[in-house]
């Protein structure tokens, strides 16, 4: 069967549909906590508060900072979900792959915010990720 009479036949199109649907209702009945892996569900909270991002990432060029200097800024939340939306989105493929993770955003997300309150609770009691470098600090002199 020629490609372009594949992509066009009502069947193929219908079986397509069909299975989409069922494979929605499928990804919508995970309860919520058993949706990521523990440890990918951690990861992703801690890249959510910027642990293990590095600092060139946040600011273009360290000499644009005032040396010695402490500067305060705000990242906007959506930001820091779109920031998580696009390590999700590594592991989309195809199109069936991007609407199941779609529509498991917001159950991921309150998945998130619940491991994010545990690391933010447990403070400095538990393993951090390794970093790279100091913000501010110059190489080689």
């Not at 069947?11 to 989409?20: D, I, N, P, S």
């Not at 906007?76 to 779109?82: A, L």
């Not at 989105?89 to 915010?113: C, K, P």
Request: no cysteine; aromatic share 4%.
């Amino acid at each position: 069967m020629e490609r372009a009479a594949y992509l066009t036949n009502p069947l193929v199109l219908q079986a397509t549909g069909e299975a989409t649907v069922v494979q929605l209702q499928q990804v919508k009945q995970v309860p919520l906590g058993q949706i990521l892996p523990d440890n990918v569900r951690s990861w992703l909270a801690q890249v959510r508060l910027l642990e293990g991002v590095p600092f060139a990432h946040l600011v273009p060029d360290s000499q644009l900072l005032p040396p010695e200097s402490i500067r305060f800024f705000y990242l906007d939340r959506e930001w820091t979900d779109v920031l998580v939306e696009g390590a999700l989105s590594v592991g989309t493929i195809t199109t069936l792959d991007r609407d199941n993770l779609q529509a498991l955003h917001a159950s991921i997300r309150d998945e998130i915010d619940t491991e994010e309150r545990k690391i933010r609770l447990a403070g400095d009691a538990r393993p951090r990720l390794q970093r790279r470098g100091r913000p501010g600090r110059r190489r080689g002199g």
